[in-house]
T-cell receptor, first 113, second 114 residues
Framework: NAGVTQTPKFQVLKTGQSMTLQCAQD?????MSWYRQDPGMGLRLIHY???????DQGEVPNGYNVSRSTTEDFPLRLLSAAPSQTSVYFC????????????FGPGTRLTVT | AQSVTQLDSHVSVSEGTPVLLRCNYS??????LFWYVQHPNKGLQLLLK??????LVKGINGFEAEFKKSETSFHLTKPSAHMSDAAEYFC????????????FGKGTTLSVSS
């Protein structure tokens, strides 16, 4: 199993550009989520999904869109990048029927200039 | 509503001395609690978890934590620090409802000096 994979590892955007951060898992987990990590803030939930076709907002959803067309993939879209979105983004997944442990991807470091 | 407070943003210890990282939580339901570790420029690794079984939880690398409901605490300890323990540690809470997300504390940076 590859676990949770994220691409790209690093990305630099200009203000106003759009892009999609990719996340995939091969563990057949129903639950997937996106977090952003900023210094001194811990990780904050952006969006999450409890299954294909179902998504919901987390603590900091503004400026981000998600969709869940398959169990495996949960892409995060930045519609119009802003410097405030400079952060490290982590995708995670878990089995809803299991022990609540979430498995994290390696992260994507995004810089918006 | 759930919340997590890590009482120290930075803890410094000497190699071979005990480690104590403090965490208090707030939860409306029976919580699951976790400690994650993040080494510099790395992803998150689960150290240990409490999910309503034994209140003293043992994790990897000699770490353990005790769930104290009366004090709403879940402090992380290790008897003897090692240089490789230097990292950022996150206390995390999740409620026992399907689909409920993880709530992270702001993190404690552990420094270990020789």
């Amino acid at each position: 199993n590859a676990g949770v994979t994220q691409t790209p590892k690093f990305q630099v955007l200009k203000t106003g550009q759009s892009m999609t951060l990719q996340c995939a898992q091969d563990m057949n987990h129903e639950y997937m989520s996106w977090y952003r990590q900023d210094p001194g803030m811990g990780l904050r939930l952006i969006h999450y999904s409890v299954g294909a076709g179902i998504t919901d907002q987390g603590e900091v959803p503004n400026g981000y869109n998600v969709s869940r067309s398959t169990t495996e993939d949960f892409p995060l879209r930045l519609l119009s990048a802003a410097p405030s979105q400079t952060s490290v983004y982590f995708c995670a997944s878990k089995d809803l029927a299991a022990n609540y442990e979430q498995y994290f991807g390696p992260g994507t470091r995004l810089t918006v200039t | 509503a759930q919340s997590v407070t890590q009482l120290d943003s930075h803890v410094s210890v000497s190699e071979g001395t005990p480690v104590l990282l403090r965490c208090n939580y707030s939860s409306s339901y029976s919580p699951s609690l976790f400690w994650y570790v993040q080494h510099p420029n790395k992803g998150l690794q689960l150290l240990l978890k409490y999910t309503s079984a034994a209140t003293l939880v043992k994790g990897i690398n000699g770490f353990e934590a005790e769930f104290k409901k009366s004090e709403t605490s879940f402090h992380l300890t290790k008897p003897s620090a090692h240089m490789s323990d230097a990292a950022e540690y996150f206390c995390v809470v999740s409620e026992e409802k399907a689909g409920t997300a993880l709530i992270f504390g702001k993190g404690t940076t552990l420094s270990v000096s020789s």
